[in-house]
């Protein structure tokens, strides 16, 4: 039964991806190495990219054009979680799948 | 302990009820008097509504610059929503509960 | 970077697997078919089996033991949706999704 | 509009209100504070509160009798972090949040 194109199919899988990443990563990764890992701005935005990416993922699902503007939201902050990822370092995994669901979220909103 | 502003706080408030009101009525008073309440384009809209009000909180709480794009959506949404239900007619608390989130996701998006 | 067992995350998969199946079958097939498949205890039990499936894999990612009791509940949830939606017919991908989801939760939940 | 019993309604609120003390609590008092207060067992223990609680309330809201064995889960979660937080110390808010919700959901369950 197809009932979401599968170009939004695949950016519900990108963000689901990207929201397990992040919870697992700072909840796993981050809380046990400490430090910068959890410096309460890189922390708080790891946490925020996880809540939009679900709920992006959620709007997709349910199917109202609603999910344009969110997908554009969820593609910002995905890319600031990935910079920030990218900039402490050893967190490659979240770094792409920040930037992978950035791409496909930021091309639904067109 | 101080951790959001008031004003913050009270957003959250109504995005919380506003959450509360569209699932309660969706699944009760939507589902029960079927017809139009269960039309693809109301029930979704709802459904999308609450998705959207719950995960607004949840950024709010979380403490991000990132919630004002998502309240600004958030706020688009509740007032689609608030329409629908008062075009459909018979769900004033819905109706208010959508105002409401939408007027204080406005001022917290700017 | 191995941050919870290949066991659990398939877990986590199957709960997100079934999590989307069951928004998607909802709010698409089943608001679009209506009759029975509007009928408030079944749509009910539909969104309950999706947001206790989220929970349960948000729970394994984050990492605490107390995922053992919500594996049990999902499972639960997960047996009576899958009949549900056979008993009902025409939501084969629904009924497995939420097959596969039961089996590995109660597998989790030892 | 009554929609669900007023012993229900008041559970739903301890839930939600439990899950925001957690979330706020972890995100600026935790992450700030440091020390013992970003342990992971801790702050894991503190986010599945959180996820719990929220769970826990969407089941009700939607109403179906699953949320019986859900609010047990959340009983028992709610009971593990309140006593945490109360050993780690510092969390007064959170500790009452959490007994308040664990009293609740044990009597929802039964």
Known sequence: MQMISAEMQSCVENCLNCYETCIK???????EAGGKHVAPQHFRL?????????????VMLIGTSHHRNLCRVCAE??????????????????????????????????
């Open 25 to 31: 990563t700072s909840m796993h990764h981050c809380l």
């Open 46 to 58: 790891m946490s925020t990219c996880a809540e939009i990416c679900r709920a992006a993922a959620a």
């Open 77 to 110: 902050v995905c890319e600031d979680c990935g910079q920030d990822c990218e900039r402490i370092g050893d967190m490659q995994e979240c770094v792409e799948a920040c930037r992978r669901c950035a791409e496909t979220c930021r091309s639904m909103s067109a």
